[in-house]
């Protein structure tokens, strides 16, 4: 098997693309999920935004009336820094802190140092106008009052930033989609792409069985999917194959005996011909004017069997290779046996042998071509005469048969052997190699009848009993 770069794999270009996909649709849900938490964040109350500050600023107090110069910062991240909500303080000697936040926005500590300055009583519940940078717009602030003074301000942002989120939730977002990830490729390569990778395999080595000749060889067509569909078109086409291969080598079989047969045939006329010509050209012969009018009918005889082979090779090639047009038309029965009886007549009594037709009702009609229908019957009718000893009878018969004329020729002659009824209508082929060594006819007879019946669209057929008849049997569609 040829070896293949695995990227160039069907089977890894689907897993990794599933992989991909699977990743992709991870990040989409984490940035979902991510912006679920600020919506939720955002659908907080202000008042309990406004409380928060509040509690924070009271707390801050307490702890800046104990210590002044308490360091804001580490304060805020002890006790404040695992609240979700960044919180600010903004003092008036100048100290800012955010605790684990960072330090606050400018406009937020521009805006709270503005109302450090300002000598109205400083509100509680109130809030900042404007953008707030990172954490969104400014939330509500509160006074930071030590001994009735106000020293500073706690602001209290509604929202996180998107990165504190992302940092909070990246590392257990990223294992779980990692596990997953990793799951999901398992499971795909285990119940999808695995299966699917199989049955392709299985596929590609039938072709390469076929490929070096294992006609018997066939891919596996389970799963009722497009691999089985492709599957079980690759099996068709490797029955058809097989079955034009086998043809093609009966047909080569058939070319190869034809040509023997021809070759045979052939030759027995012209060794003849050539033997008495060389015969005639003997001088001694000049005188004996008989014997010479004698070879010369002999030569005569073997030209014509010649002619006669030859012919019937030329008109059976045209009809097998659909040569020729057919000129197919309503056929009257009884004027086309009555020309069978008229040309078998004179031989018919010099062989003492009878010649008998019969027409049921329904049958005095056929749809054939009317010249090679009577090919067919005259071929068959001197068959009949040749195998038919003195004193017996051939029979020309038609009746209807449905939507069929049934044509029979019977002959009570010595009958054919069962052994030889199959290959009876195969060209040069002789039941009795004795007796049709005569020059009568060309061995294609038979093999003529059935190229026209079948270029008919109709069947032939022959039954035999030895010693009692002989039948064949036409059917061709009725008018």
């Known amino acids: 098997m040829s070896s293949r770069a695995w990227y160039r794999s069907l089977y890894w270009r689907i897993a990794l693309g599933f992989v991909l996909f699977l990743a992709a649709m991870l990040v989409v849900q984490a940035a979902l999920t991510v912006w679920v938490i600020g919506r939720a964040e955002d659908s907080v109350p202000a008042r309990s935004l406004a409380e928060y500050a509040s509690l924070v600023a009271s707390d801050l107090a307490t702890a800046l009336a104990a210590d002044e110069h308490l360091d804001l910062d580490e304060y805020l991240k002890s006790r404040y820094g695992a609240l979700p909500r960044p919180t600010f303080v903004i003092m008036a000697d100048g100290r800012v802190a955010g605790g684990r936040w960072g330090p606050p926005p400018d406009q937020v500590v521009r805006v709270a140092r503005e109302r450090l300055a300002r000598p ?35 602001v209290v942002q509604p929202r996180r930033p998107p990165g504190s989120v992302l940092r909070e939730l990246g590392p257990v977002m990223s294992v779980i989609a990692l596990a997953l990830i990793a799951a999901g490729g398992a499971l795909a390569a285990l119940l999808i792409f695995g299966p699917a990778h199989r049955r392709l395999r299985g596929l590609e080595d039938a072709a390469r069985q076929v490929g070096r000749g294992e006609r018997g060889a066939r891919a596996p067509e389970s799963g009722g999917d497009e691999i089985a569909a492709v599957a079980s078109a690759f099996n068709r086409m490797v029955d058809d194959l097989a079955r034009r291969a086998s043809e093609l080598e009966a047909s080569n079989r058939a070319r190869r ?50 002619e006669r082979v030859v012919g019937d090779l030329l008109d059976l090639a045209r009809l097998e290779a ?40 329904g049958a005095d009609a056929v749809r054939a071509d009317p010249d090679r229908l009577e090919q067919v019957l005259q071929n068959l009718a001197t068959n009949g005469l040749r195998h038919t000893p003195p004193g017996g009878r051939v029979e020309v018969r038609a009746r209807r048969s449905g939507d069929q004329i049934v044509l029979t020729v019977t002959d009570d002659g010595e009958g054919i052997a069962p052994e030889h009824l ?5 060209r040069f082929y002789k039941a009795d190699a004795s007796r049709l060594n005569e020059a009568e006819g060309s061995g294609l007879g038979l093999s003529i009848v059935k190229a026209i019946v079948e270029r008919h669209g109709g069947t032939v057929t022959v039954t035999s009993t030895p010693g009692v008849e002989t039948v064949f049997e036409i059917r061709l569609p009725a008018p």
């Open 120 to 154: 109205a009583p400083f509100g509680g519940d109130g809030a900042m106008r404007g953008r707030g940078g990172r954490f969104g717009p400014p939330g509500p602030f509160a006074p930071i009052v030590v001994n009735g003074r106000r020293i500073g301000t706690v």
């Open 257 to 306: 005996q034809l040509l023997a047969d021809v070759s045979h045939e052939l030759t027995t006329p012209l060794t003849a011909i050539r033997g008495y010509v060389e015969t005639l050209a003997m001088p001694d012969l000049a005188s004996d004017e008989a014997a010479r009018l004698r070879y010369l009918e002999i030569v005569r005889d073997e030209t014509m069997r010649l």
């Open 322 to 361: 659909g040569g020729g047009t057919l000129r197919i038309q309503d056929v009257p029965i009884g004027d086309l046996l009555a020309r069978v009886v008229a040309r078998h007549e004179r031989p018919g009594q010099d062989r003492q042998v009878r010649l008998v037709t019969e027409i049921e009702a």
């Open 422 to 426: 199959p290959f009876i209508f195969d």
